[in-house]
C-alpha cells in the first residue's frame, strides 16, 4: 500500500509569489490534515479536510487555503508569500469511515524557502 | 483546551542505556494520547497510542508508554537504546477523541544516542 506522497519535495519562491503544494492520502483514506512545521513554532495545524469539506481550521490567516478533490488528493495554497512562511509543510491522512482512530500516517513534506 | 508539553528539548544518552522521554498534558476530555518520530528529513512516524484502552501501551522499535491520569503525564521509554533511536519524538493528544486529524503537538525532544 502506498504512503502518503507530497509534491514537489523541496520549492524556494520569493516574496508575494503563491505556492500550491499538493498531497495524495493513503488509498482509501478519506481525512487528509495539513501542519507547519518550524524550528521556533513547531508542529502547528492548518486545516483538515474530510470527503471535500474542511471540518477543522487552526488558527492561520486567510492567506493560507486549501481544498480537497473528490479522490480525496488535497492541496494547499499559500498566496502572498511572507518569509516567515518558510517552513515544511506536512500532509498527513487518517482511515476509518466518519470516526477515525486518531492515527496519522504522514507524509514527507514539502519544504517551502521564502526568499 | 488541550495542550501538551514535553520536558527537555534534548535528552543524550548513551547506547544501550534506558531512554525516558517526558510528556505531560491537559485535556478537558479523555485524551487520546501519541507518541511520533521524527528522522531528519522525514515525516512523522507513529511510535503508539494511548486510546482508553490499557494504560501500559507498547509500540514499535521497543518504545512503550504509560499513561498516568493522576500525573497527567505519558512518559515515553525504551529500557535500552541504539543509536538508530537518534531522532526528533513528539508527543500529541488529539482534539476529539481520536476522531479527526487535527493533534495537538509538543514542541519535540530531539534524542541523541552516544556509542
Known amino acids: 500500500k502506498a504512503g502518503v506522497t507530497q509534491t514537489p519535495r523541496y520549492l524556494i519562491k520569493t516574496r508575494g509569489q503563491q505556492v500550491t503544494l499538493s498531497c495524495s492520502p493513503i488509498s482509501g483514506h478519506r481525512s487528509v490534515s495539513w501542519y507547519q512545521q518550524t524550528p521556533g513554532q513547531g508542529l502547528q495545524f492548518l486545516f483538515e479536510y474530510f470527503s471535500e469539506t474542511q471540518r477543522n481550521k487552526g488558527n492561520f490567516p486567510g492567506r493560507f487555503s486549501g481544498r480537497q478533490f473528490s479522490n480525496s488528493r488535497s492541496e494547499m495554497n499559500v498566496s502572498t508569500l511572507e518569509l516567515g512562511d518558510s517552513a515544511l509543510y506536512l500532509c498527513a491522512s487518517m482511515g476509518g469511515a466518519g470516526a477515525g482512530n486518531g492515527e496519522l500516517f504522514f507524509g514527507e513534506g514539502s519544504r517551502l524557502t521564502v526568499l | 483546551a488541550q495542550s501538551v508539553t514535553q520536558l527537555g528539548s534534548h535528552v543524550s544518552v548513551s547506547e544501550g542505556a534506558l531512554v525516558l522521554l517526558r510528556c505531560n498534558y491537559s485535556s478537558s476530555v479523555p485524551p487520546y494520547l501519541f507518541w511520533y518520530v521524527q528522522y531528519p528529513n522525514q515525516g512523522l512516524q507513529l511510535l503508539l497510542k494511548?486510546?482508553?484502552?490499557?494504560?501500559l501501551v507498547k509500540g514499535i522499535n521497543g518504545f512503550e508508554a504509560e499513561f498516568k491520569k493522576s500525573e497527567t503525564s505519558f512518559h515515553l521509554t525504551k529500557p535500552s537504546a541504539h543509536m538508530s533511536d537518534a531522532a526528533e519524538y513528539f508527543c500529541?493528544?488529539?482534539?476529539?477523541?481520536?476522531?479527526?486529524?487535527?493533534?495537538?503537538f509538543g514542541k519535540g525532544t530531539k534524542l541523541s544516542v552516544k556509542p
Open positions: 494511548y486510546t482508553s484502552a490499557a494504560t
Open positions: 500529541a493528544v488529539s482534539q476529539y477523541g481520536g476522531s479527526q486529524g487535527n493533534l495537538i
